[in-house]
């Protein structure tokens, strides 16, 4: 190998590690798991078949192993006259001979809750006849994207002013909803599985399949259905009904409560199974996957006896891992084996995207429902796999209720508390009941369960509120409020970076001082690189200089790299930071520009009409930020990179100088999909550290002048007399060792001399 390139190796050699490194972590939960259409329509009938199993290993769970198809779903309605058709049908079906009928005029067109005007409800809910579940929740006030929401925005605002020449309001398919993303597989069919619908339930161990069109609607969000037994007498009566409180941030609750009446003259052992949050749309702006799936949960009694406070960590669940969970043959998320181990209780399970959240918890309404505890509604919560259009897949879970003996004439509840809405912090640690229920534990500021701990979640839960107090009470800007953090993180680092840069400049011109003794003590001990360190150390002791006194030059960057990663975590899951324009809107008044229109998503300079596949990441665009960077990163090495050392051969310093110009390039283009608000923190810290630091150098200019009149008074430093505690710590040192090396010599010469006589 020539010399040319053997001074590239390295260089490229680290450039291709670190690119894997951060692929790994970017990309890591895309690649895998995908499989075709056909084949995960196998992979999820197995999972359904495996999943149903698995219930009869739970005494609290609905044994349904003789039925190992999913549900059949039916879009048809019978008429008032075809009751008895329909009973027959459904009698094939369940060969116990009961059947679920609609309890009066069977359902058609469910009637929605709530509205999309978002000073009455925060969403309106569209149901599905199908298990009496929600086809659809359709938010009032948040939409897809920032340009959507600046559109009506304007729209409400010209409204409000009775302008006739109102913008128009963006299409209804342009707002934020929850729906069910994927389908499930049966022997014959594939269908949909909507929210929180029921699926059966079991009575004496007799399964009846309650998922098709065998519910009635005697009023908006109330279902009815009726369990026959063979004879057509009806022995249940099951009812579910779906209510939303007033205003926002009450209308964020659902409760549901769910109700089964016992018909007969005898006890009646009844459990119920339903489904319940799975996976949630991606956002679009998200290049990571983030979909993850939460439990709260109570310590035993013997830890905490009142019972009253609701735990979350530990008990996280990356939706990679729950997909490789089940293609293991894994369906159970709740019990799990840390939560048996511990003899946890659950207390709420949600699941999450990047933004949003659909969760289930205990019915905690004090002083009438005082338990926390979910137990009553959902003993086990188990998973499966469906596909979504493109044969991905998607994950769905059962919600299996405890059993519950029903005296004749007397009826038993399986209620469940339901939030659905955004992961905003004012909302899940203020309001209750979600305080209470310690539902904040869904806002998670971590990149990857995996690495909580190097994500610094704990700084970046500090960060959101400091953040969120600057904009409140100062700045009223979230860009602006990023660059006083900024200038709050560099005045609080400036002592370490001023002492660091001093070090760093001293030990350069110490090198310099030394570096033809250096180039004698090489020629002059060629052969001998034992010697040659010795003599270096000598004389670097001599002179007073510190060869670790880079190091400490690298201590300011090291310290702003947990603040980067969690800044990072934080503007990429902070609900507040969600479509917020920077600089008060003030790039979009130029006729609607989306130049830094949403600080959580990519700057958009340019956008694309279409975007461009590169095969690892999809171009929407040119974001000027991330290019900006990377010219003041090259601005900024010539004012704060480490000198180079007079000890490095002309090899090393080739390979230090690529080295250099591959993180002006790498840097930029890692983050060139990040957030906005990253890139615009990063850029200002940049840029005030390059005049932070030509500060610095003019004291430090200063200061070397100093040396010439504290000699002329007297004062002068001793030669070889180190003044940093970093310095006399590696004098120490190099003390000690030259004390073992002459003990060593000594007994080296003394085992010569035995050895002689």
């Known amino acids: 190998m020539n010399p040319n390139a053997r001074r590239l190796l390295f260089p490229l050699i680290a450039a291709a590690g670190a690119t894997l490194v951060f692929l790994m972590m970017v990309l890591g939960g895309r690649g895998k798991n995908n499989q075709t259409s056909t084949e995960q329509a196998e992979a999820s009938t197995a999972s359904e078949t495996a999943s149903i199993a698995?219930?009869?290993?739970?005494?609290?769970?609905?044994?349904?192993?003789?039925?190992?198809?999913?549900?059949?779903?039916?879009?048809?309605?019978?008429?008032?006259?075809?009751?008895?058709?329909?009973?027959?049908?459904?009698?094939?079906?369940?060969?116990?001979?009961?059947?679920?009928?609609?309890?009066?005029?069977?359902?058609?067109?469910?009637?929605?809750?709530?509205?999309?005007?978002?000073?009455a409800h925060p969403y309106r809910i569209d149901f599905a006849a199908s298990g009496a579940g929600i086809d659809r929740i359709v938010f009032a006030g948040y939409w897809r994207s920032a340009a959507e929401n600046r559109l009506a925005a304007?729209?409400?605002?010209?409204?409000?002013?009775?302008?006739?020449?109102?913008?128009?309001?963006?299409?209804?398919?342009?707002?934020?909803?929850?729906?069910?993303?994927?389908?499930?597989?049966?022997?014959?069919?594939?269908?949909?599985?909507?929210?929180?619908?029921?699926?059966?339930?079991?009575?004496?161990?007799?399964?009846?399949?309650?998922?098709?069109?065998?519910?009635?609607?005697?009023?908006?969000?109330?279902?009815?259905?009726?369990?026959?037994?063979?004879?057509?007498?009806?022995?249940?009566?099951?009812?579910?009904?779906?209510?939303?409180?007033?205003?926002?941030?009450?209308?964020?609750?659902?409760?549901?409560?769910?109700?089964?009446?016992?018909?007969?003259?005898?006890?009646?052992?009844?459990?119920?199974?339903?489904?319940?949050?799975?996976?949630?749309?991606?956002?679009?702006?998200?290049?990571?996957?983030?979909r993850r799936f939460h439990f709260g949960y109570l310590m035993p009694p013997a830890r905490d006896p009142s019972q009253a406070i609701v735990l979350a960590s530990g008990q996280m669940f990356e939706r990679k891992d729950v997909i490789d969970r089940v293609n293991e043959g894994d369906f159970s998320l709740w019990p799990n084996r840390d939560s048996r181990d511990e003899n946890l209780t659950i207390s709420w399970f949600g699941s999450t995207n990047r933004y949003f959240s659909l969760a289930v918890y205990a019915p905690f309404a004090p002083p009438a429902q005082k338990s926390k505890s979910l137990l009553e509604s959902v003993s086990t919560v188990r998973t499966q796999l469906g596909f979504s259009a493109g044969g991905d897949p998607v994950v769905f879970s059962l919600l299996d209720g405890p059993e519950k003996t029903i005296a004749p004439g007397s009826e038993a509840s399986w209620d469940l508390g339901v939030y659905a809405g955004p992961l905003e912090r004012t909302i899940l640690l203020d309001e209750q009941p979600y305080a209470a229920m310690n539902l904040g534990g869904l806002i998670t500021y971590v990149m990857n369960s995996c690495c909580t701990v190097c994500t610094f979640a704990w700084l970046a839960n500090m960060l959101v509120v400091f953040l969120a107090f600057i904009h409140n009470y100062i700045a009223f800007d979230w860009a602006i409020s990023i660059i006083l953090l900024v200038v709050v993180v560099r005045f609080l680092l400036h002592p370490l970076t001023r002492r660091a840069q001093i070090q760093m400049s001293r030990f350069g011109k110490g090198m310099a001082d030394l570096k033809p003794e250096l180039e004698a003590l090489q020629k002059k001990f060629r052969d001998d690189p034992k010697k040659l360190q010795q003599e270096q150390l000598r004389l670097y002791r001599e002179k007073g200089v510190n060869p670790a006194g880079c190091l400490g030059g690298m201590l300011p960057t090291f310290l702003q790299m947990p603040i980067w990663i969690?800044?990072?975590?934080?503007?990429?899951?902070?609900?507040?930071?969600?479509?917020?324009?920077?600089?008060?809107?003030?790039?979009?008044?130029?006729?609607?520009?989306?130049?830094?229109?949403?600080?959580?998503?990519?700057?958009?300079?340019?956008?694309?009409?279409?975007?461009?596949?590169?095969?690892?990441?999809?171009?929407?665009?040119?974001?000027?930020?991330?290019?900006?960077?990377?010219?003041?990163?090259?601005?900024?090495?010539?004012?704060?990179?480490?000198?180079?050392?007079?000890?490095?051969?002309?090899?090393?310093?080739?390979?230090?100088?690529?080295?250099?110009?591959?993180?002006?390039?790498?840097?930029?283009?890692?983050?060139?999909?990040?957030?906005?608000?990253?890139?615009?923190?990063?850029?200002?810290?940049?840029?005030?550290?390059?005049?932070?630091?030509?500060?610095?150098?003019?004291?430090?200019?200063?200061?070397?002048?100093?040396?010439?009149?504290?000699?002329?008074?007297?004062?002068?430093?001793?030669?070889?007399?180190?003044?940093?505690?970093?310095?006399?710590?590696?004098?120490?040192?190099?003390?000690?060792?030259?004390?073992?090396?002459?003990?060593?010599?000594?007994?080296?010469?003394?085992?010569?001399?035995?050895?002689?006589?």
């Not at 026959?228 to 964020?252: N, Q, T």
């Not at 279409?610 to 974001?623: C, E, K, S, Y």
């Open 154 to 290: 304007a729209h409400a605002k010209a409204a409000a002013l009775g302008t006739p020449d109102a913008a128009p309001m963006p299409p209804e398919s342009d707002r934020y909803q929850l729906t069910t993303l994927g389908k499930l597989a049966g022997d014959n069919e594939t269908f949909e599985v909507p929210l929180l619908a029921m699926r059966a339930l079991r009575v004496d161990g007799e399964a009846v399949n309650i998922f098709g069109a065998v519910w009635s609607e005697p009023e908006p969000g109330l279902f009815r259905s009726t369990v026959r037994d063979a004879d057509g007498v009806a022995i249940l009566e099951i009812e579910r009904r779906f209510s939303i409180g007033a205003g926002v941030v009450e209308g964020y609750r659902i409760d549901l409560a769910q109700r089964v009446r016992n018909l007969t003259d005898r006890p009646l052992r009844i459990s119920l199974q339903h489904y319940g949050p799975g996976d949630l749309d991606p956002d679009r702006d998200s290049y990571i996957e983030v």
């Open 566 to 757: 969690a800044l990072y975590a934080m503007l990429f899951f902070a609900f507040e930071l969600r479509q917020q324009p920077a600089f008060f809107g003030v790039f979009q008044l130029a006729g609607g520009w989306g130049f830094l229109g949403d600080l959580s998503a990519p700057d958009g300079f340019v956008m694309f009409p279409q975007a461009i596949d590169l095969w690892l990441f999809t171009l929407r665009g040119i974001n000027l930020l991330p290019l900006m960077m990377g010219l003041v990163f090259w601005f900024q090495q010539k004012y704060m990179a480490p000198p180079t050392s007079a000890t490095l051969t002309e090899e090393q310093q080739q390979q230090q100088k690529i080295m250099k110009v591959m993180m002006v390039v790498m840097f930029p283009l890692m983050l060139y999909a990040a957030p906005s608000g990253l890139t615009l923190y990063i850029l200002t810290s940049s840029c005030i550290g390059i005049v932070e630091s030509r500060a610095i150098r003019r004291r430090i200019a200063h200061l070397d002048s100093l040396p010439k009149d504290a000699a002329a008074n007297g004062k002068a430093r001793p030669v070889g007399k180190t003044r940093d505690k970093l310095g006399r710590m590696y004098a120490e040192a190099l003390e000690r060792a030259k004390e073992r090396q002459a003990e060593k010599d000594r007994s080296s010469k003394q085992k010569k001399f035995k050895d002689r006589r």
């Open 54 to 119: 698995e219930a009869d290993r739970s005494d609290a769970a609905i044994d349904l192993a003789d039925d190992t198809t999913a549900p059949e779903r039916s879009d048809a309605t019978p008429e008032a006259g075809e009751a008895d058709e329909s009973d027959a049908a459904a009698a094939t079906a369940a060969p116990t001979g009961l059947v679920a009928v609609p309890a009066g005029e069977a359902l058609v067109a469910p009637t929605s809750l709530g509205s999309l005007d978002p000073e």
